[in-house]
């Protein structure tokens, strides 16, 4: 009798082998998606730090065009906001006078153009109406009013925070050339950066996934994820906040740092 031939069919999976395959695929996205999202934070962080060197140096031009003053201009509601990006939904000014220096139009720049000024991670952030302050005020970065418009500092706080103030302020506007140390000197960055100099403060800050870090433009031109302390407007590190040496020993015996106050929320 002759034994017909049978062809072998595919193998189907059986029910074990598919849940062994399936938890392998969990193991393997839980080890690689947290490694993909830091590889996202940085590749945007990275992108900010070169926002901000592009800025640092169209601001160093229109320094060398305008004697070193770091603001020359009408007055205008915030300066260390305003000097560049485009108008946006809240502030509405218009003129921001870097921007000639990125080839951008001073007055008329408009939100898809003035996209060197947007951070990436500028997204959703407290405190804002339309998700970003590029949305808001037209520019993710700000530039120390203590460097560009110190005459907006505070004087109505605690000593020893009010006396900090008045001893800048007495010292007038900075220009570049009298700047000390500029390669310290800590100038634009991560909007709201500044605001860890505030000791009654209770906001944290940091859009790269660090508490209190962000990424600082400093006046030589180089940039740098840098933690600011809160409190403390000059430190013996990788940093200092204000540009006058006569300025220093009093401020260096009245300076100390105070703890973070910071709201529970902290959104990077």
């Known amino acids: 009798m002759t034994v017909p031939c049978r062809v072998p069919g595919p193998k189907a999976f059986t029910l074990i082998e598919l849940l062994v395959v399936v938890a392998v695929l969990s193991v393997l996205l839980a080890i690689l998606l947290p490694a993909l999202g830091k590889a996202r934070g940085r590749a945007k ?153 505030d000791p009654v403060s209770r906001r944290c800050t940091g859009w790269h996934g660090r508490r209190h870090y962000h990424n600082i433009a400093f006046l030589d031109g180089h940039v740098g994820l840098t933690e600011i302390i809160r409190g403390m407007y000059d430190v013996d590190g990788s940093y200092r906040m204000q540009p006058h040496k006569a300025a220093d020993p009093r401020i260096r015996e009245l300076q100390q740092r105070v703890p973070c106050k910071c709201e529970k929320r902290f959104q990077p």
């Open 45 to 197: 962080c990275l992108a900010c730090q070169g926002n901000l060197r592009d800025i640092a140096l169209g601001y160093l031009c229109y320094l060398d065009d305008y004697g070193g003053r770091f603001y020359d201009g009408p007055a205008v509601p915030n300066p260390n906001s305003t000097f560049g990006g485009w108008a946006g939904t809240v502030s509405k000014v218009a003129l921001r006078p870097v921007n000639h220096y990125l080839g951008l139009s001073p007055s008329r720049a408009g939100e898809r153009d003035a996209r060197v000024f947007r951070c990436p991670a500028d997204t959703n952030a407290l405190d804002t109406r339309d998700g970003s302050f590029y949305r808001d005020r037209g520019n993710s970065y700000q530039a120390s009013l203590i460097v560009v418009a110190p005459d907006r500092l505070m004087t109505t706080l605690d000593p020893p925070w009010r006396t900090i103030n008045e001893e800048i302020l007495a010292q007038g506007r900075p220009e570049r050339a009298g700047v000390f140390q500029p390669q310290r000197l800590a100038w634009i960055g991560d909007f709201f950066w500044t605001v860890q100099l």
